[in-house]
T-cell receptor, first 118, second 115 residues
């Protein structure tokens, strides 16, 4: 049981390049999330997917797109990278079904992707 | 939407002392408050959580208290050890369709436990 996995671990892009960050979970969770973490700013939600087939914007969605490919996989795409997108990106998942149990809300995080845009 | 503020941003204590980290939230509908620990270069991991119908919860050396009236909750770590050194994040979750399934995180507290 690998939990939440992310690829790649590190990436350097030039301004204007595009790339896709991959995330997969093997816990049969319904909900998945993408966060970015910048020094002194905590975790900010970029996009989330409450369930397979749905995606919604979070706090900082500009410059990003997402795809919930199936229940296991949730990818984040940068179409035209900018230096302001230099950050550590975390994918997370939670069981959350109908909120029957608060345990369903616990978020499990992937190991992160460190992205630098020059 | 929700706004979660966390203080202090850095905290340095001597091994064996207690550490307290405080968070305030704005949305009175918030009903679930987890705390995450993030060691250097690692992913955040849940260490304790509390629901809005409970005032205090303990798990060995860590405890969380919640004051719904004042809209603040705190993490208490007793008998701190060097391995407690990490960044700690509080979060709040508010029910309601506009906040569906979204956590709002505080900005983090870097705890340094000096041997």
């Amino acid at each position: 049981n690998a939990g939440v996995t992310q690829t790649p671990k590190f990436q350097v892009l030039k301004t204007g390049q595009s790339m896709t960050l991959q995330c997969a979970q093997d816990m049969n969770h319904n909900s998945m999330y993408w966060y970015r973490q910048d020094p002194g700013m905590g975790l900010r939600l970029i996009y989330y997917s409450a369930s397979e087939g749905t995606t919604d914007k979070g706090e900082v969605p500009n410059g990003y797109n997402v795809s919930r490919l199936n229940k296991r996989e949730f990818s984040l795409r940068l179409e035209s990278a900018a230096p302001s997108q230099t950050s550590v990106y975390f994918c997370a998942s939670s069981a959350f079904a109908s909120g029957v149990s608060f345990r369903d809300y616990e978020q499990y995080f992937g190991p992160g992707t460190r992205l630098t845009v020059t | 939407g929700e706004n979660v503020e966390q203080h202090p941003s850095t905290l340095s204590v001597q091994e064996g002392d207690s550490a307290v980290i405080k968070c305030t939230y704005s949305d009175s509908a918030s009903n679930y408050f987890p705390w995450y620990k993030q060691e250097l270069g690692k992913r955040p991991q849940l260490i304790i959580d509390i629901r809005s119908n409970v005032g205090e919860k303990k798990d060995q050396r860590i405890a969380v208290t919640l004051n719904k009236t004042a809209k603040h909750f705190s993490l208490h770590i007793t008998e701190t050890q060097p391995e407690d050194s990490a960044v700690y994040f509080c979060a709040a979750w508010a029910s309601g369709s506009y906040n569906f399934n979204k956590f709002y995180f505080g900005s983090g507290t870097k705890l340094n436990v000096k041997p």
